[in-house]
């Protein structure tokens, strides 16, 4: 069974950091790519970044784009969003999610963790 | 800045038939776009249904279908159930990027 376990959100101030982590489970990690997605309580889905199986690819929104590093250790099976220079637009739900390929391009996400809520205040 | 378009609400009575849509301002939407849809209840992480504009996951009901439809993608519900009540989002490949619609919030009623 398949399982994706985000954690690592929190509150922090703008202009702080925090690093998000994802593990993964039930599958062979390094064969697909990754996604994160946000949703702002009550708002829609944002597509935020991904990264190909091995890791040597990776795609940003432009809102996110400078500010935030996705990474992925597949020999701990674990995915990654270090996020800096947070905004408070940035106050969200996070969600990884497993794509149904190795390579990022035209890959989709079928598999959601449940999310880490990440607050940016004062 | 590229924007994907849904229907902000629709709603249906229980076992007919309703179309979402899913536009880019890009231009048409075909298959090179990957259209994937999902769905979302309250509370709930999104749940995937279609992938790569028609093709079902195995968990998707046989009355959720996708296609593309007057240059934009579609998902059709045939038959709606009450359980079928919920947010739907599209998702559309930008080479490099992805991008969601704002959603289409589905009532059963």
């Known amino acids: 069974e398949v399982q994706l376990l985000e954690s690592g959100g929190g509150l922090v101030q703008p202009g702080g950091s925090l690093r998000l982590s994802c593990a993964a489970s039930g599958f062979t990690f390094s064969s697909y790519a990754m996604t994160w997605v946000r949703q702002t309580p009550g708002k829609g889905l944002e597509w935020v970044s991904g990264?190909?199986?091995?890791?040597?690819?990776?795609y940003y929104a432009d809102s996110v784009k400078g500010r935030f590093t996705i990474s992925r250790d597949n020999s701990k099976n674990t995915l990654y969003l270090q996020m800096n220079s947070l905004r408070a637009e940035d106050t969200a739900v996070y969600y990884c999610a497993k794509a149904h390929r190795s390579s990022f391009d035209g890959s989709s996400p079928h598999y959601w963790g449940q999310g880490t809520l990440v607050t940016v205040s004062s | 800045q590229t924007v994907v378009t849904q229907e902000p609400s629709l709603t249906v009575s229980p076992g007919g038939t309703v179309t979402l849509t899913c536009a880019s301002s890009?231009?048409?939407?075909?298959?090179?776009?990957?259209p994937n849809w999902f769905q979302q209840k309250p509370g709930q992480a999104p749940r995937a249904l279609i992938y790569s504009t028609n093709n079902k996951h195995s968990w998707t009901p046989a009355r959720f279908s996708g296609s593309l439809l007057g240059g934009k993608a579609a998902l059709t519900l045939s038959g709606v159930q009450p359980e079928d009540e919920a947010e739907y989002y599209c998702?559309?490949?930008?080479?490099?990027?992805?991008?969601f619609g704002g959603g289409t919030k589905l009532t059963v009623l």
């Open positions: 998702l559309l490949y930008y080479g490099g990027a992805q991008v």
């Open positions: 990264i190909s199986g091995s890791g040597g690819s990776t």
């Open positions: 890009t231009g048409a939407v075909t298959s090179g776009y990957y």
